[in-house]
């Protein structure tokens, strides 16, 4: 059983080791930048009786991701972390601007090193959580939620896949392209076909769908319809030799080309931007679809969507069914500092930085 499931059903409170496989040259200090490793070194020798309040915090209106990593991270790799004292905010939590978000207490040396790791993994976690959380915010615009698949694959590097995929859970995308995406919590990746099973099949929409559907015949069919830069025709053709067998039809044009269907009815043109996917080649292809008899069919809309081009499709009641989303979820708006704010028990901080009490924070209980 992985340790979601765990976690879901209540029998522990957080994420371990076990899930996140850390590199061991953590320990090393590999991974940490240098002068907190010169410091880890000096401490030691000079001041070694010293006990520090470390305080992590950031700058946004944000759905807080990472949390659970950063503990294990710290429960892995610092020195007596039994002897440590953590409070710490949730995965999921929504949090406010300079908000404590996790405090770490103990002996400078044994954890400080680790101090721009536990940024980064925050700052990653929560910036595609909340990425994800707005998307799919705005996917419920018109008061029903059209589900977001997490396409981010071709935009990230693979070795981020697992963790990001975690983050888009917390976010609320439970349909994720990889299997490494899903691998911290729990599912298998999901997807159809790509333009290059298409191409393969010279184009033919038809005869690749029924290569997919003979071979996958327990699978959704959902045929990819713009390879052919003509969304309604390609469209109809599979749904026609498929008729009820045929789930949906995903619409993937480039934002740098025109569909087929308005160049054959220019006199459409004039009032909007033709190109890609855009919702009037929506409406077109819904109307289509129903006027065949066809409403089953659902319409996936993919390549180039964010928050901002899903509201605005919501707001005008767009007939989309389901959005795929990828590089916009990935980019990293947040960033997470940890500052050391008390000393022996006492303030002691930077200019401009103090110990801000979070009475939102629970005390962390130590676990392997």
């Known amino acids: 059983m992985k340790e ?4 879901l059903n209540g029998e522990i409170e957080r994420l371990t080791n076990k899930t996140f496989k850390f590199d061991e040259r953590i320990k090393e200090g590999w991974f940490s930048a240098v002068y907190f490793l010169k410091t880890k070194e000096i401490v030691e020798k000079k001041i070694p009786d010293n006990n520090i309040t470390m305080q992590f915090f950031q700058k946004h209106e944000a759905v807080l991701c990472g949390t659970d990593e950063a503990i294990a991270l710290i429960h892995t ?5 039994e002897s440590l004292e953590i409070h710490s905010l949730k995965d999921g939590d929504k949090i406010s601007p300079f908000e404590s978000v996790l405090t770490i207490s103990g002996p400078y040396q044994n954890f400080g090193f680790l ?5 980064g993994i925050l700052a990653r976690r929560t910036s595609v959580a909340t990425n994800v959380y707005n998307v ?9 939620q059209k589900p977001v698949i997490f396409m981010g694959d071709r935009d990230d590097h693979y070795t981020q896949q697992a963790g990001d995929g975690y983050a888009a859970f917390i976010g609320g995308s439970t349909a994720q392209a990889t299997h490494a995406m ?3 919590w729990g599912k298998e990746g999901m ?6 099973m298409i191409q393969m099949f010279r184009g033919d929409v038809v005869a690749a769908a029924r290569a997919y559907h003979e071979v996958y015949p327990e699978d959704d069919l959902v045929a990819l319809v713009d390879y052919n830069n003509d969304v309604i025709t390609d469209s109809l053709k599979v749904a026609r030799a498929f008729g009820d067998k045929l789930k949906g039809v995903r619409i993937d044009t480039s934002n740098t080309l025109v569909d087929k269907y308005f160049l054959r009815n220019h006199h459409l043109m004039g009032t909007f931007d033709p190109r890609g996917v855009n919702p009037e080649i929506v409406f077109a292809l819904r109307k289509a679809l129903d006027d065949e ?6 319409i996936v809309a993919t390549g180039g969507f964010t928050e901002k081009k899903i509201r605005h499709f919501e707001n005008l009641g767009v007939p989309v069914d389901t959005y795929g989303v990828g590089r916009s979820l990935l980019n990293m708006k947040i960033g997470f500092t940890g500052d050391n704010v008390l ?4 303030p002691e901080a930077k200019d401009g930085r103090r110990y801000r009490p979070n009475p939102r924070l629970e005390k962390v209980e130590y676990f392997k």
Request: hydrophobic share 30%.
């Open 115 to 119: 101090e721009g790791i536990i940024d």
């Open 77 to 81: 790799f610092s020195k007596d972390p």
């Open 136 to 144: 799919v915010k705005a996917a419920r615009t018109s008061g029903k």
């Open 191 to 196: 997807g159809t076909m790509p333009h290059a």
């Open 182 to 184: 899903n691998e911290w």
């Open 343 to 346: 000393l022996n028990g006492t």
């Open 293 to 298: 008899g066809y409403s089953h069919v659902e």
């Open 4 to 7: 979601i499931a765990q976690k």
